[in-house]
């Protein structure tokens, strides 16, 4: 059975920095594409960024230059540098496109001004 665990999140201020975690258990990691999305409150889930299983990245455009998305053998991480009060949201792993089973806790990161 697969699972996502998120973690790394919580409270930093503007400009700060974090680094989250999703552990992967599962033969599906080392195929798929790998990707974080958050959910801000009151609005809908975003993709953040993806990476594939060959490590090519993509990310939205409201994080480039400030995240960055990589991978080892059954973790995906993301950095996030340059916080802004608007990237405040829970944060999710997922594959590329998102699998509705696979969708976990999520981490909450906030961010303060």
């Known amino acids: 059975q697969v699972r996502l665990v998120e973690s790394g999140g919580g409270l930093v201020q503007a400009g700060g920095s974090l680094r989250l975690s999703c552990a992967a258990s599962g033969s599906i990691f080392s195929i798929s594409t790998m990707a974080w999305y958050r959910q801000a409150p009151g609005k809908q889930r975003e993709l953040v960024a993806y990476?594939?299983?060959?490590?090519v990245t993509i990310y939205a455009d409201s994080v480039k230059g400030r995240f960055a998305i990589s991978r080892s053998p059954g973790t995906v991480y993301l950095q996030m540098n340059s916080l802004e009060p608007e990237d405040t949201a829970v944060y999710y792993c997922?594959?590329?496109?998102?699998?509705?089973?696979?969708w976990g806790q999520g981490t909450q990161v906030t961010v303060s001004s």
């Open positions: 997922n594959t590329h496109p998102p699998q509705p089973t696979l």
């Open positions: 990476i594939t299983r060959f490590g």
